[in-house]
């Protein structure tokens, strides 16, 4: 590991002396590849700088504890060296997870994707609940999200909703979020007061850039049609709407949400690449035998990943055991407790195997 993170030490330095290189600077596209390549393994240098300088430290206590005759002095020595060897741990931990294989889809925008499921009305109003949640979620880390397309029930529940969402590290704590979202219930639609259990299923697929994915013209079908409104809303009488077709795959997208035919092609092009990237990866993950996946992150979207269960106020993750009792905030987007705790299990998954 050391070898590693001093090799890593040694480009650091070198990357920087390049960024400061007026050669460099006035070439941009050189310049921000160094940059970026320099803010990856930033964290890295500076936990290992810390690490050093801790041993050091502790080499040079010792020494004086070795040395030094006054007991009062020893005491203090004494207590110094175990503060350094807590600080040694705990940064060799940080370290080894630093050094973990990234996900090369964490720093990337994310398309969601909710659809209600078992449980009629009250699964679409469950969906509702979750698109609410996430929207929440994004307002709290000043994401952007915005709503590509939505199929409601006209009495508050929606059967799909698919949302852009755009910030820093979007994809890095909603990644765990794909797979069945289980509510348990009093339907405010039935008398006798029983306990219900619907469900909604999540996607959370990554933005993908071209590169990653290329798509024949000639395999796409795209339909215009007059986009729809609520009543009272202006309703846009142009043919604005767009429903696109991946006729290899059967995969079909729509789009209505702007007035410009053009900005709807543009955005469910980017969801159906969204959605092939996806459809992609689960192949790939599906050929990786049981015992190499991770088990948080398979994103298996049959996989029942969580229950709400409004009569206890509770919320279960079913992956990592975990129950938080706060249903209210959480489903204000709170949810950050359950996400911190997810990407821990992960992360200790993967030291695991890689380990």
């Given at each position: 590991m050391f070898n590693k993170l001093d090799f890593i030490t040694d480009k650091y330095k070198e990357l920087s002396r390049k960024v400061a290189d007026p050669a460099v600077i006035s070439d941009q596209s050189t310049w921000q590849k160094h940059m970026k390549e320099m803010s990856e393994i930033e964290d890295i240098v500076k936990v290992y700088e810390i690490y050093k300088k801790t041993r050091n430290e502790l080499s040079d206590t010792?020494?004086?504890?070795?040395?030094?005759?006054?007991?009062?002095?020893?005491?203090?020595?004494?207590?110094?060296v175990k503060e350094l060897e807590d600080v040694i741990v705990k940064t060799e931990e940080e370290l080894k997870i630093l050094l973990l294989p990234k996900d090369p889809n964490d720093d990337k925008n994310v398309i969601l994707e909710i659809r209600a499921g078992t449980g009629g009305e009250e699964a679409a109003l469950f969906g509702n609940d979750l698109l609410r949640l996430y929207l929440r979620y994004a307002e709290r880390h000043r994401w952007?999200?915005?709503?590509?397309?939505?199929?409601?029930?006209?009495?508050?529940?929606?059967?799909?909703?698919?949302?852009?969402?755009?910030?820093?590290?979007?994809?890095?704590?909603?990644?765990?979020?794909?797979?069945?979202?289980?509510?348990?219930?009093?339907?405010?639609?039935?008398?006798?007061?029983?306990?219900?259990?619907?469900?909604?299923?999540?996607?959370?697929?990554?933005?993908?850039?071209?590169?990653?994915?290329?798509?024949?013209?000639?395999?796409?079908?795209v339909d215009v049609y007059r986009s729809s409104g609520n009543g009272g809303q202006c309703v846009n009488t142009t043919d604005s709407a767009v429903r696109m077709t991946h006729l290899p795959t059967g995969i079909?997208?729509?789009?209505?949400?702007?007035?410009?035919?053009?900005?709807?092609?543009?955005?469910a092009l980017r969801v159906l690449k969204a959605r092939l990237y996806d459809q992609k990866v689960q192949e790939q993950n599906a050929k990786i035998s049981a015992d190499r996946k991770s088990q948080?992150?398979?994103?298996?979207?049959?996989?029942?990943?969580?229950?709400?269960?409004?009569?206890?106020?509770?919320?279960?993750?079913?992956?990592?055991?975990?129950?938080?009792?706060?249903?209210?905030?959480?489903?204000?987007?709170?949810?950050?407790?359950?996400?911190?705790?997810?990407?821990?299990?992960?992360?200790?998954a993967k030291m695991k195997e890689f380990g």
């Open positions: 010792k020494e004086l504890l070795a040395m030094d005759d006054d007991e009062e002095m020893k005491e203090l020595a004494k207590e110094e952007k999200a915005e709503i590509i397309e939505i199929n409601d029930t006209g009495i508050g529940g929606i059967k799909e909703a698919v949302v852009m969402i755009r910030g820093k590290g979007a994809y890095s704590r909603l990644k765990f979020e794909s797979g069945v979202h289980r509510v348990q219930r009093v339907p405010e639609t039935e008398s006798s007061g029983r306990v219900h259990t619907s469900a909604a299923t999540v996607a959370v697929l990554p933005e993908v850039d071209d590169v990653e994915i290329e798509i024949n013209s000639n395999d796409i079908k079909v997208v729509t789009c209505q949400d702007e007035k410009s035919q053009i900005q709807n092609r543009e955005k948080v992150g398979s994103g298996d979207r049959s996989e029942r990943i969580r229950t709400y269960n409004f009569p206890q106020g509770r919320i279960t993750d079913h992956r990592i055991g975990m129950t938080v009792y706060k249903l209210e905030s959480f489903l204000d987007g709170d949810i950050d407790d359950v996400v911190d705790a997810l990407i821990t299990a992960d992360q200790a």
